[in-house]
């Protein structure tokens, strides 16, 4: 076996295991939502999640790892095995599409986008460090 057919197999368990997050995933949020997890901390005196934005939120956070493991392996497939300008081009495209996929989850998921502060981390900032 040869470099070549070693990084098209690393990248094939790179894509099955980013479906493979989708998938369990998808059906691990059912369960979590129905019981009421949330994901994320609420501010205080807010309404709880709905088990439908649960589910929504907990399937977004699974569809973007699952994301970010299908661009690896297409970076893997595409650079390091003899990358053409075509396959160059091809990816690009691909990185293009799922990052605005996984920045529209994002904004989603949290309410804000990812290269936003989060609104909650400011307010919990201690007294004496603003005197």
Not at 7 to 18: H, S
Not at 23 to 38: E, F, H, K, N, T
Not at 73 to 79: C, E, F
């Amino acid at each position: 076996m040869d470099f070549q057919h070693i990084i098209e197999a690393v990248g094939r368990y790179m894509d099955f295991a980013g479906v493979a997050v989708m998938v369990i995933g998808a059906v691990v949020s059912i369960p979590m939502a129905l019981r009421g997890y949330q994901p994320r901390k609420l501010p205080a005196g807010s309404e709880k999640l709905t088990v439908y934005r649960s589910y929504r939120q907990l399937l977004g956070r699974s569809i973007l790892l699952g994301l970010e493991l299908l661009v690896a392996a297409d970076i893997i497939r595409t650079v390091a095995v003899a990358p053409t300008y075509e396959s160059v081009g091809v990816l690009a495209i691909i990185v293009l599409i799922r990052t605005f996929l996984s920045f529209s989850l994002e904004l989603e998921i949290t309410g804000r986008w990812p290269w936003q502060k989060d609104p909650s981390a400011s307010s919990s900032r201690p007294a004496s460090a603003e005197a």
